[in-house]
Structure formats: structure tokens, C-alpha cells
């Protein structure tokens, strides 16, 4: 029963806060390079992963460690999804499950 639970555990579903599109995740990876810097977070094992850069995080891109428990909002574009005005948050009041 329990890893029937841990297996079909729910999935970080986006909410709307004030018509915006919000999600949650871990930072899977940042890569730096010339000064400039990207990355990914992971939503679960059902949704998308989201691209995440300077503009869209104007902290300190070293406190963006992978698993790092993270809250945002979601952009598209013609390159797809990417995460804006994204805020790192306590590990206690995330909800992803681990891939």
C-alpha cells in the first residue's frame, strides 16, 4: 500500500493566483557560462520541466542548488514553457514528488 502511494503520489498541478499560473518544483540543473547562466526545474514525473534564467530570478543564481524546492509562475512562448518571478521556498511546504 505505501508504494502504491509513493508511486501514484499527486502531481504539482498548476493553480491560478490573481489569473496567473503558478507552480512548484526542484532546480534540477544550472549551467553557468560567460557570466550568463540558465536552468530547469523539475515539476514531477508527469509535467514538464520549465526553463528558468536571469529573467525570470533576480536573486543570486548559486542559492539555485539542484533539489532546491522552488515556487513560480509559468510563461510560454515559442520555445515553451519557462518560469518568471520564481522564489525559492522551504522544503516542508513543497508537494513535488520525486521523479
Known sequence: AEARQTFFAPQSQPIREDDKEVSAGRVLRIVSRHGLWFGFIN?????????????????????????????????????????????????????????
Request: aromatic letters at 8%; a neutral charge.
Open 43 to 99: 515539476r514531477g514525473a508527469e509535467l514538464e520541466n520549465v526553463y528558468i534564467d536571469s529573467r525570470g530570478y533576480r536573486g543570486d543564481p548559486e542559492d539555485l542548488m539542484p533539489e532546491r524546492h522552488v515556487r513560480f509562475e509559468i510563461g510560454k512562448n515559442e520555445r515553451g514553457l519557462f518560469a518568471r518571478n520564481l522564489v525559492i521556498v522551504e522544503a516542508a511546504t513543497s508537494q513535488i514528488p520525486r521523479k
